[in-house]
């Protein structure tokens, strides 16, 4: 038999083995002192590669700072400097050798940055020398409990620009084959993009066009720097979940179209993250609506991310057209062979296990 989940599926001159993608998700434990910082470790290493020898098809390594100002956390992951360049070529090595397409994940926190890490509270850092000063489009805090952040400058909103395509260079040397834009979940791009975060006057706010502008001179600064033959993914959340002033699905088919007019191969869609009274009604596949929309209203290839746990449920989605991939989150912490269980219990076929598993598969 065969199942439209492990269907080869290219963009450009990239053929992925199949539809079942691992979502960027941050770990958190990137090193956090002197010259290593932000560089990947061991866990990082022994994470992604579990995945890849689980037979699951694009791997985009968590959101990674274009910058230290950039960082969720101070043990995000880095893509700023050599050392974060090597410590991640070696993922991006043995995903490949696994049969496994490497992807990253480029980010700025904005006015979302200098956190504590998840379980240490989620909160804003104290300033005290561990925290940071963190930027946004306008001097607006995420949420009472956080600092205000202070405006970027028209020079300093091009001299993030500039990161992310430094970021991108970093990303190709490391070996990576999809570079994927963060612009959801209300970090820095997120932020100029809703009127809930953008309150600016200038060029970078007010109308649509304003509030787009720096989202589409990272995507032109970053597609300028990534070779034509390989893909550019975007991650947006699709609506703030705001009934009032917020980015909402009827923005994101509108934004979809100026992306791929700007190159980028596909986008990701999820939802949520930037702060205000949001009431987000989840249930198992609830975010996939919007990509669908995404689809059929602009021919731009779509993922769908959001509570999809089940073979079936990924296949059904794949099989109506209702997305071109789906994003796995947590169920693939939970299982890091789903891909492999899934091609047994659709009786379909995915590329090959490792040697020294096959004997199980």
Known sequence: MSAALF???????LTVPNRVWMAPMCQYSAATTGPLTGVATDWHF?????????????????????????????????????AQTEGLRRIASFLKEQGTTAGIQIGHAGRKASSQRPWEGRG????DGTGWQTVAPSPLPFAEDRPVPA????????????????????????GFEVVEVHGAHGYLIGEFLSPHSNHRTDEYGGSFENRTRFALEVVD???????EELPLFFRISATDWLAEHGWTVDDTVRFAALLRDHGVDLLDVSSGGNGGPARIPTAPGYQVPFATRVKEETGLPVAAVGLITESAQAETILAEGAADAVFLGRELLRDASWARRAAR?????????????????
Do not use: C, K, M
């Not at 689980?54 to 880095?78: H, K, M, N, Q």
């Not at 804003?124 to 300033?127: E, G, H, K, R, Y």
């Open 124 to 127: 804003a850092l104290p300033q």
């Open 221 to 227: 600064a970053v597609r300028a720097v990534w070779p």
């Open 7 to 13: 269907e080869p599926y290219t963009l450009r001159s």
């Open 345 to 361: 219990e659709l009786g379909a076929r995915t590329h090959e296990a490792p040697p020294a598993y096959a004997w199980a598969i």
């Open 46 to 82: 022994a994470h992604y590669a579990a995945r890849a020898t689980g037979g699951t098809g694009l791997i985009l390594i968590e959101a990674t700072a274009v910058s230290p100002e950039g960082r969720i956390s101070p043990a995000d992951l880095g893509l700023w400097n050599d």
């Open 151 to 174: 405006e970027l400058t028209p020079e300093r909103i091009r001299e993030v620009t500039g990161q992310f395509a430094d970021a991108a260079r970093r990303a190709l040397d490391a």
